[in-house]
């Protein structure tokens, strides 16, 4: 079954030049997808790698419902992304970069506001918030404390556990690893791979991080200023680029080094 | 039927949650909570205690009814200022701790959303308001013997719709301008205190403003409640306020929402529905 289908997908953005015409910035469109095309079958884990600006988040946030399209169209186990908002939004949940809380609740505060917008009442949070923070790690004793006194590999965590509360059956992952420790980011690419073949989950991960990419999705995509160059095993993609390692295959197709994240961060799309 | 119940369902657990959520923050914003209180009261206490200076300055005033007259003004704006604060947080607040995207991205309808959040200034704007009140005349001994104060609750009540309608109104002002959203939202509140005769009959403000003040719904809740404390009004006598109020609220809560619903639309169309700060 079919769980994600993107067709000619477009978005760009305005953005104000640093120069001035007369009074005002000149603005321009700055595209941040260009008709990117791919689909994802039940229980797949595709990975997306791109540099900081490459349209990573755009795409997340897409299919998200966060960001209306230009152009193109996206569905979700059938819903239309864009006409269908609700449906899609019942099936989907996303960690990104940023574990966003409100910091001064408590992580038990944050996850049953978040459950309750999904319909879950009180009666069940309370059973499934302590099982599920359990699940990815989090100590009990520290259930009731703030989220400003945590770690960023614990709120990380808790952002999991927080897109798993509501079982979506797409999780969008944006850079979830991102800025952790080594530990933390075994830990939260362990839980992922659980959540991956336990649950039955189809995994979007969006990330900068090769050997992430490598280790944990059955396809792996390049998205280079906007457009998807590729989406295939990661063994092919070597093959393909005649490329020793996934870092050799991307300087191959998009003629860049990975680590230069500057000259996409320069767009002005998101990063 | 089965699936229209199971929708309600959802919709009213999701508004539990914004009542949740609201309250939690007070808890732990609980020192930031008293502060805000304290300063209310002193601000209140300054503005009332300026009858009794005219009186010791020689000036010729019924200094109970001055007083009584200013108490007013101070907590109706010290309420409508928390309804304001609270709906237009409704996004500011979610934006600057980057909760916003997870909230906008769960099915939940956003008039529930925004509905939930109305409840909560309410009930939180009305206890309050009332411990305000309560503090503050107690500093003066006020004779409040003849006050008809069901029926200022009702004007309150009545007035609150509308409230709650311009709420949503202010509260996509930083879902367009996540920079000037807040600015703007001040600005619209200023203007609001200075039309509506918070500390002074509107007949004594120029020709324009006394224009404007008729479609503001503080300057007939304002009016109604003195009328309702000072003279012992009932509703009967206050439906000259009241009416306007009501037609003010059936128009300001559908409008908001749709101003809402294409603030939203246009967030999302120019990727403005992000964390920031």
């Known amino acids: 079954m079919t769980a994600v289908e993107v067709e000619n997908l477009r978005k760009e953005f305005l953005r104000r030049d640093a120069e001035r015409s007369g009074l005002r910035r000149r603005r321009r469109r700055v595209p941040a997808l260009e008709d990117v095309t791919f689909s994802m079958e039940r229980g797949e884990c595709v990975a997306i790698l791109g540099q900081n600006g490459s349209g990573k988040s755009t795409l997340v946030r897409l299919l998200s419902t966060l960001l209306l399209h230009d152009g193109g169209r996206a569905s979700v186990f059938g819903y239309d992304v864009f006409r269908e908002p609700r449906a899609v939004q019942r099936l989907v949940n996303r960690v990104s970069v940023e574990a966003s809380f409100f910091k001064k609740m408590s992580s038990t505060e944050n996850l049953s506001y978040a459950a309750r917008f999904y319909g879950m009442s009180a009666s069940e949070t309370r059973e499934r918030i302590p099982e599920i923070l359990r699940r990815v790690g989090f100590p009990e004793k520290r259930r009731h404390e703030s989220m400003e006194h945590l770690s960023r590999g614990m709120q990380q965590k808790v952002s999991l556990a927080r897109a798993l509360l509501t079982s979506p059956v797409l999780l969008l992952l944006d850079e979830p690893t991102t800025g952790l420790d080594p530990r933390s980011k075994l830990e939260v690419q362990e839980f992922i791979r659980e959540v991956w073949t336990a649950h039955d989950a189809t995994i979007l991960l969006c990330t900068h991080d090769l050997a992430e990419a490598e280790a944990l999705a059955d396809r792996v995509g390049i998205l280079d200023r906007g457009r998807l160059l590729c989406l295939e095993p990661a063994n092919n993609l070597k093959e393909r680029y005649r490329a020793e390692t996934l870092e050799e295959a991307f300087f191959a197709a998009t003629g860049r080094e990975f680590e230069h994240e500057n000259d996409d961060s320069e767009r002005g799309v998101f990063a | ?277």
């Open chain 2, 1 to 277: 039927m089965r699936g229209a119940a199971a929708t309600l369902r959802h919709e009213l657990i999701g508004l539990s949650g914004v009542l949740e959520r609201n309250a939690n923050l007070v808890k732990r914003y609980a020192w930031w909570e008293l502060a805000f209180f304290v300063w209310s009261l002193a601000n209140t206490l300054t503005i009332v205690f300026i009858a009794k200076g005219i009186d010791a300055a020689g000036g010729k005033i019924d200094v109970d009814r001055a007083t009584t007259t200013l108490l007013i003004g101070a907590v109706i704006w010290s309420y409508l200022g928390v309804l304001f604060e609270i709906l237009t947080e409704t996004v500011a607040w979610e934006r600057w701790e980057g909760t916003i995207e997870y909230t906008f991205m769960a099915p939940l309808a956003r008039p529930v959303h925004l509905i939930g959040m109305g409840i909560f200034a309410v009930v939180y704007g009305v206890i309050r308001t009332a411990v305000l009140f309560a503090v503050i005349a107690s500093f003066f001994s006020l004779s409040l013997g003849g006050a008809n104060f069901a029926a200022a609750l009702v004007v309150l009540a009545v007035a609150s719709v509308s409230f709650i309608g311009i709420g949503m109104m202010t509260a996509v002002l930083p879902l367009i301008s996540p920079e000037k959203g807040m600015q703007m939202g001040f600005i619209a509140q200023g203007i609001l205190l200075v039309i509506s005769g918070v500390y002074y009959p509107v007949s004594v403000l120029p020709q324009w403003m006394q224009w404007l003040s008729t479609i503001s719904p503080a300057t007939y809740a304002l009016r109604g409640i003195r009328h309702a404390i000072l003279d012992g009004a009932g509703i009967n006598a206050l439906w000259g306020d009241i009416w306007p109020l009501i037609v003010i609220g059936i128009v300001a809560i559908p409008a908001g929402l749709v101003i809402f619903g294409l603030g939203e639309r246009h967030a999302k169309r120019h990727g403005k529905l992000k964390r920031s700060g």
